[in-house]
């Protein structure tokens, strides 16, 4: 496989291709190869046709690149190159994070002053991300039945007003408990 520089404009994007772009995302793509570089070459099928690299091609030409670096992939059959731009979107889809260590490298990219909005998180996930031990305290309480309790406290003139008042309640379904001060 040689890695070839191609004009995007010769380049045939795939008509039926079922991944799509935002523009949010196509940013993302562009401030990414901004700051690395173009490390993620298009896949070509053996008449330029893009088999991967449709959103990197939408970023290049948001950065006003007038070629991008292409690798053609040859001996694939029209039923494998259909599959294979399916399975390239879809295989990445499936890989999971360690949450501990995706905190920790994040975390020390912080500390570098590294802008870890290039990372594709959005602020949210990003929060969700960093926010990880208290999350996790939540979910240990929820785990545990935890309910919240509020609290009225009626001060009553006597120990009989406080009796009565305690029988009172409890007959209409209130839980009280009685508390001297």
Same mark, same amino acid.
């Given at each position: 496989? +040689? !890695?070839?520089? /191609? ?17 949010? +995302? ?7 190869? #901004? ?9 070509? *099928? $053996? ?13 290049? #030409? !948001? ?26 979107? #879809? !295989?990445?889809? =499936?890989?999971?994070?360690?949450? $501990?260590?995706?905190?920790? $490298? ?10 870890? *909005? ?20 939540? /979910?240990?309480? /929820? ?17 009989? +007003? ?5 029988? #009172?309640?409890? =007959? ?6 009685? +508390?001297?001060?």
């Amino acid at each position: 496989m +040689q !890695l070839i520089n /191609k004009n995007i404009e010769d380049l045939i994007q795939y008509a039926n291709n079922a991944r799509t772009h935002s523009d949010e +995302q196509v940013l993302q793509i562009a401030s990414s190869i #901004k700051e690395f570089g173009f490390t993620n070459p298009v896949l070509l *099928d $053996e008449k330029d046709g893009v088999i991967a690299g449709h959103g990197r091609i939408m970023a290049a #030409k !948001l950065l006003k690149m007038d070629e991008v670096p292409t690798i053609t992939l040859s001996g694939l059959s029209e039923a494998q190159i259909k599959a294979y731009i399916i399975a390239d979107n #879809k !295989l990445a889809l =499936n890989a999971g994070w360690d949450e $501990e260590l995706l905190k920790l $490298e994040i975390e020390a990219l912080q500390e570098m002053n590294f802008d870890i *909005d290039l990372l594709g998180f959005n602020s949210d996930e990003l929060k969700d991300i960093l926010d990880a031990e208290f999350k996790e305290v939540e /979910k240990e309480l /929820k785990e545990q039945n935890y309910e919240e309790k509020t609290e009225i406290i009626i001060e009553c003139e006597n120990e009989l +007003q406080q009796e009565e008042l305690f029988y #009172k309640l409890t =007959n209409e379904g209130y839980r009280c408990r009685v +508390q001297s001060l």
